[in-house]
């Protein structure tokens, strides 16, 4: 598992990769679990999350409520006793245990887009539940031990949101994609322009890391050259 120390003695840890990324933050009096991936992925992030010895979740962040990062939020919402937290404006998906897929930025995510919407629903379902906690747009909180912030980035979904840690590194869900190494720009969003917007606002933080919901870590120059390639366009 990777894993990145932050300057006040915080630790992220990437506990799922591949499909979807999930991370836990954690200090010496406090466990937060940012995104929780797929359900056949539930046994994989169980046994990190035994590694790490985090038997004690004390609150699940979700980035945005599309089925593959929030599959097995009702689980640990009953089995942890976790609150869980999600944007106000993903609170219908998540009474109603859907999300439909977001538009394609290119012309085959835009076709898997609209067969899934149409033809494939089913397959992005998951469990219902009830969030303890919803925010607008900013939101700052604390646990003992743990100081984050939560902030609305928009353009992948309107639900989509980052948490920033220590003003060091951002846990971003799909508002970038780290596939490749390029490029930041995700397969799908519901509003590009919007994206591109959100990504000013984070690099407006002091994060110098990112942390994709896909892929693997991204660094604040790419972010700045993507962010000035696509406010052009």
Excluded at 24 to 36: H, K, M, P
Excluded at 47 to 63: D, F, P, Q, Y
Excluded at 139 to 155: K, N, Q, R, V
Aim: glycine content about 8%; overall charge neutral; proline content about 4%.
């Amino acid at each position: 598992m990777k894993n990145w120390i932050l300057n006040n003695g915080y630790r992220i840890d990437q506990l799922l990769s591949g499909r979807s990324n999930s991370y836990l933050i954690s200090s010496e009096n406090g466990n937060v679990l940012v995104d929780t991936g797929r359900k056949n992925k539930r046994s994989i992030l169980l046994k990190n999350l035994k590694k790490l010895h985090a038997e004690k979740i004390n609150w699940l962040i979700l980035t945005h409520t599309h089925f593959d990062h929030c599959e097995n939020a009702g689980f640990f919402q009953k089995n942890f006793n976790c609150r869980v937290v999600v944007s106000e404006k993903g609170l219908s998906n998540v009474k109603r245990g859907y999300s439909p897929l977001p538009r394609g930025t290119n012309p085959f995510s835009k076709f898997i887009s609209s067969i899934g919407n149409h033809f494939l629903t089913g397959l992005f379902h998951f469990e219902r539940f009830e969030p303890d906690h919803t925010y607008d747009e900013f939101f700052s909180f604390s646990i003992p031990g743990i100081d984050i912030e939560l902030m609305a980035t928009p353009g992948h979904s309107d639900d989509s949101i980052s948490i920033i840690v220590n003003n060091e590194i951002a846990l971003v869900g799909d508002a970038m994609f780290g596939v490749f190494k390029s490029s930041i720009f995700p397969p799908f969003a519901d509003n590009p322009a919007e994206m591109v917007e959100s990504w000013g606002k984070l690099l407006e933080t002091e994060c110098h890391t990112f942390l994709p919901g896909h892929g693997a870590e991204i660094k604040k120059e790419l972010v700045n050259r993507e962010q000035i390639k696509y406010s052009r366009k």
